[in-house]
């Protein structure tokens, strides 16, 4: 029991570098360039450029989102088959988060006030999901996936036609999200009931909401 709570502790202290780093959007770095890299910034008229920040924005969020649930989840999952695959996919969102924190400074804007409310949710959530069971917590990443490549369609149709440079970031993202949650069904994650989807689906569009703006 006593060398359990250590190591929860040890846990907790090595994720805390982790947390800082995501919210003061410092320190972390993409293993791929990001997909932008190399082609010209269009030109945004003023209103563009704010609707292309406010989307980015979200997107910035949702990756936020995504660090804070791996992290909860290792704090608790076993996840012993695909430990290796969890961590390609984690690494993979650390590219997002830096893909989009770069695109919004590339449009003079900021990442989201709220990024540690979201951050904290959806650490307590992939901990929770993750303490109940494998599957739930794969079934999980499965539903967040699902969510996440719902609006990055629907971003890609709002953003700009000229946005070139969000539109490529927006679209190799899609097809790593759709690789996420097709893998954790695969590892056993269980299909999450409707409604349950629909609940998250409430918390999401509170989360693009209140990001597009703040
Ligand atoms: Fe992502
Ligand atoms: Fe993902």
Redesign the pocket.
């Given at each position: 029991m006593h060398k359990r709570r250590i190591s929860l502790v040890d846990k907790l202290i090595s994720e805390a570098d982790t947390v800082l780093k995501t919210l003061a959007s410092r320190g972390n770095s993409a293993r791929r360039p990001s997909p932008s890299q190399g082609h010209q910034d269009s030109r945004l008229s003023a209103s563009e450029r704010v609707h292309a920040a406010g989307l980015m924005r979200v997107n910035h969020t949702g990756e936020v989102c995504?660090q804070a649930l791996y992290q909860g989840q290792a704090l608790t999952a076993k996840l012993p088959t695909v430990r290796d695959e969890m961590q390609q996919?984690a690494q993979?969102?650390l590219d997002?988060l830096v893909w989009c924190e770069e695109r919004l400074q590339e449009l003079g804007s900021h990442t989201s006030y709220l990024n540690p409310v979201w951050y904290g949710m959806s650490f307590a959530l992939g901990a929770l999901a993750g303490a109940i069971s494998d599957k739930v917590s794969l079934g999980f990443?499965a539903a967040t996936?699902e969510r996440?490549c719902a609006h990055l369609r629907d971003h890609l149709k709002q953003l700009p036609e000229e946005d070139r440079k969000s539109q490529l970031i927006l679209q190799q993202m899609l097809e790593?999200?759709q690789r996420?949650?097709e893998s954790a069904l695969k590892a056993g994650g269980a299909n999450f009931p409707r409604p349950l989807k629909d609940a998250m689906s409430s918390v999401s569009r509170l989360m693009t909401r209140t990001s597009y703006r703040l």
């Open positions: 995504a996919a993979e969102e997002h990443v996936e996440v790593d999200e996420h949650g």
